[in-house]
Protein backbone atom coordinates (compact mmCIF):
# COMPACT_ATOMS: atom_id res chain seq x y z
CA UNK A 1 0.00 0.00 0.00
CA UNK A 2 2.75 2.60 0.94
CA UNK A 3 4.18 1.48 -2.83
CA UNK A 4 0.46 2.55 -4.11
CA UNK A 5 0.49 6.11 -2.20
CA UNK A 6 3.77 7.07 -3.06
CA UNK A 7 2.93 6.13 -7.23
CA UNK A 8 0.22 8.08 -6.48
CA UNK A 9 1.82 11.29 -4.89
CA UNK A 10 4.48 11.15 -7.69
CA UNK A 11 1.71 10.87 -10.48
CA UNK A 12 0.32 14.08 -8.75
CA UNK A 13 3.45 16.14 -9.00
CA UNK A 14 4.47 14.61 -12.53
CA UNK A 15 0.89 15.80 -14.52
CA UNK A 16 1.23 19.00 -13.90
CA UNK A 17 4.97 19.78 -14.70
CA UNK A 18 4.55 18.39 -17.99
CA UNK A 19 1.85 20.50 -18.77
CA UNK A 20 3.84 23.06 -17.82
CA UNK A 21 6.45 21.74 -19.60
CA UNK A 22 4.42 21.90 -22.68
CA UNK A 23 3.41 25.66 -22.02
CA UNK A 24 6.99 26.67 -22.39
CA UNK A 25 7.37 24.79 -25.25
CA UNK A 26 4.41 26.74 -26.66
CA UNK A 27 6.12 30.05 -25.46
CA UNK A 28 9.65 29.21 -27.40
CA UNK A 29 7.64 28.13 -30.32
CA UNK A 30 5.80 31.81 -30.28
CA UNK A 31 8.77 33.23 -29.54
CA UNK A 32 10.72 31.44 -32.52
CA UNK A 33 8.07 32.73 -35.27
CA UNK A 34 8.02 36.41 -34.07
CA UNK A 35 11.69 36.39 -34.33
CA UNK A 36 11.48 34.80 -38.10
CA UNK A 37 8.71 37.47 -39.21
CA UNK A 38 10.99 40.24 -37.59
CA UNK A 39 13.96 38.67 -39.32
CA UNK A 40 11.86 37.77 -42.29
CA UNK A 41 11.02 42.29 -42.31
CA UNK A 42 13.75 43.36 -41.87
CA UNK A 43 15.46 40.93 -44.82
CA UNK A 44 12.95 42.80 -46.70
CA UNK A 45 13.66 46.27 -46.00
CA UNK A 46 17.30 45.34 -46.13
CA UNK A 47 17.04 44.40 -50.07
CA UNK A 48 14.25 47.47 -50.72
CA UNK A 49 17.16 49.40 -49.66
CA UNK A 50 19.83 47.68 -51.57
CA UNK A 51 17.35 48.01 -54.38
CA UNK A 52 16.76 51.61 -54.04
CA UNK A 53 20.52 52.24 -53.94
CA UNK A 54 21.49 50.45 -57.33
CA UNK A 55 18.33 52.36 -58.95
CA UNK A 56 19.64 55.75 -57.48
CA UNK A 57 23.55 54.67 -58.69
CA UNK A 58 22.10 54.31 -62.26
CA UNK A 59 20.16 56.67 -62.92
CA UNK A 60 22.89 59.34 -61.58
CA UNK A 61 25.58 57.56 -63.67
CA UNK A 62 23.55 58.46 -66.61
CA UNK A 63 24.43 61.49 -68.77
CA UNK A 64 21.18 61.74 -69.76
CA UNK A 65 19.82 62.35 -66.84
CA UNK A 66 22.20 64.38 -65.30
CA UNK A 67 19.99 67.69 -64.93
CA UNK A 68 17.66 65.81 -63.40
CA UNK A 69 16.53 65.75 -59.72
CA UNK A 70 14.78 62.20 -59.50
CA UNK A 71 14.19 60.60 -55.77
CA UNK A 72 14.15 56.79 -55.53
CA UNK A 73 12.24 54.76 -52.78
CA UNK A 74 11.28 51.06 -52.89
CA UNK A 75 8.61 49.43 -50.83
CA UNK A 76 8.54 45.44 -51.88
CA UNK A 77 10.54 45.24 -54.88
CA UNK A 78 8.49 47.79 -56.57
CA UNK A 79 10.88 51.01 -57.16
CA UNK A 80 9.12 54.92 -57.09
CA UNK A 81 10.70 58.03 -59.16
CA UNK A 82 9.13 60.88 -57.85
CA UNK A 83 10.91 64.48 -59.19
CA UNK A 84 11.68 66.18 -62.30
CA UNK A 85 13.23 65.50 -65.62
CA UNK A 86 13.46 67.91 -68.55
CA UNK A 87 11.54 65.71 -70.81
CA UNK A 88 9.05 62.64 -71.02
CA UNK A 89 11.43 61.00 -73.11
CA UNK A 90 13.50 61.21 -69.85
CA UNK A 91 10.80 60.03 -67.84
CA UNK A 92 10.72 57.39 -69.50
CA UNK A 93 14.48 56.22 -70.29
CA UNK A 94 14.65 56.37 -66.61
CA UNK A 95 11.83 54.00 -65.95
CA UNK A 96 13.92 51.87 -67.85
CA UNK A 97 17.05 52.05 -66.33
CA UNK A 98 14.95 51.20 -63.30
CA UNK A 99 13.35 48.12 -64.98
CA UNK A 100 17.02 46.50 -65.77
CA UNK A 101 18.36 46.49 -61.62
CA UNK A 102 18.42 42.78 -61.11
CA UNK A 103 15.24 42.33 -58.00
CA UNK A 104 13.16 45.21 -59.40
CA UNK A 105 9.60 43.85 -60.23
CA UNK A 106 7.92 47.01 -61.18
CA UNK A 107 8.37 50.36 -61.28
CA UNK A 108 6.17 53.57 -60.20
CA UNK A 109 7.12 56.38 -62.42
CA UNK A 110 6.05 59.88 -60.90
CA UNK A 111 7.89 61.62 -62.57
CA UNK A 112 7.23 65.24 -63.49
CA UNK A 113 8.75 67.26 -66.95
CA UNK A 114 9.91 70.34 -65.61
Request: glycine share 6%; aromatic share 6%.
Given at each position: MNT?????????A????S????A?G?SY???R???A??????G????DA?L?SK??A???D???LA???I?????G?????????????D????E??A?E?P?V?RVD??????
Amino acid sequence: MNTVKRNLILACAIIPMSFGIAACGSSYSDARHEQAEYLSDRGEYLEDAALTSKVAAVITDDRMLANSKIHVRTYGNTVHLTGYVNSRSDAIHAEDLALEVPGVRRVDNDLFVQ
